[in-house]
């Protein structure tokens, strides 16, 4: 049994003009991954409006989306050592589209189950273009520049996260919900016709994604990307060979689980942080356009995370990043008004450079087993399913603000990892 053998030129001595039109192409998955993920916020004080759900229950929303991860990154690295990066990427697209397909029937009835079931598909598919393109794009050049080259590719990913809220506050949010004590007063009649009514704004947003989604495929399955030999597995791994013999790649697969969570979490309030009378006042449409902000910090951050990782170790700003975001979520949780608007929306800014780099220091010195760590890190994004339940939870009994302590321990991890958990050693 022998490790894949490497064929080819390397990533770091191929055509540049070949892997640049490969990586443009490939950033317009991240663009769109973005879009549909950061939907998701606009959803949840939607759907909690017409189901009339309390934090817990409606944070099932990321709970359905984020446990697909769990459940099809793995498959989706043996997908990957089966057809390829390429053929993942299109399988992935053609899921995605038929998950947004189905939430046309599920806002017809209207069931809350089938929104759900709905966005476990849509998940499944961007778990696959996840598990492909992040190590795709890693190693698509040379490795001293692979941080700064997949927070670029982020960076497309946060350009989709930023204007995702405003589009979808507009079209989903366009009307006010009705008073919830008049809801709850009115017949099954009149209630299934309110719900049917509310449900409708978001048939023609998730039409429209899954044809862009659908046509998408189609262009990428047309187009020839360059292959990656040196991060592909050819038959049998050597003996005594295991992902699980990487203590980087562990760790870091934890960190990856409470990014994900701290930043899903916070997202997933915003809106509803934001209406509250002591923090903004405002509408839970205006209250959805300073969510953009916060995913416009996101994309800021990475744009100008790019360029200074070509300078600066990936560990060194990974880790100031999370102790700058601990300490705005702490600002957030002890102010009001203004002040805990501001410093929770510049949390964005410091999540920009977290998830491209946890994962490029992750997956480092992997060689054939990269497809199978990026599975295992692909698969720690379910921390965006679990821990917003668990704020949810803690919302519901000690308040939306306070909640926000679980997301600053999340941090405080992050930072440990940076300094301390990132570094490889030889697996024993």
Known sequence: MAIASVQGPSAGTAAPSIYKGALATVTTLFFMWGFVTVLNDILVPHLKSIFDLNYAGVMLIQFAFFSAYFIFSIPSAKVIDWIGYKKTMVVGLFTMGLGALLFIPAASVPSYPLFLGALMVLAAGITALQVAANPYVAVLGPPETASSRLNLAQAFNSVGTTIAPYLGGLLILSSAPKNMDAVRHMSPEALQAYRIHEASSVKAPYLIIGLVLVALAIGIAMFKLPAMPEAARRGQM?????????????????????????????????????????????????????????????????????????????????????????VLVSISMLTSGHIAMGSIILVGLFNSVMFPNIFTLGIERLGPLTGDGSGLLVTAIVGGAIIPVVQG????????????????ICYLYIMFYAFRGSKPELPA
């Open 238 to 326: 050597a003996p005594g060979t295991s992902i699980w013999k990487h203590r980087h790649l562990v760790l870091g697969a934890v960190a990856i689980f409470l990014y994900v969570g701290a930043e899903v979490s916070i997202g997933s309030f915003l809106v509803n942080y934001f209406s509250r009378p002591e923090i903004g006042n405002v509408s839970t449409v205006v209250a959805s356009r300073f969510v953009s902000f916060y995913w416009f910090g996101a994309m800021v951050g990475r744009f100008i995370g790019s360029a200074i990782l070509q300078r600066i170790r990936t560990g060194v700003v990974l880790g100031i990043a999370a102790i700058a975001a601990c």
């Open 393 to 408: 939870a803690l919302a519901d009994h000690v308040g939306i603000q306070h909640a926000f302590i679980l997301p600053a």
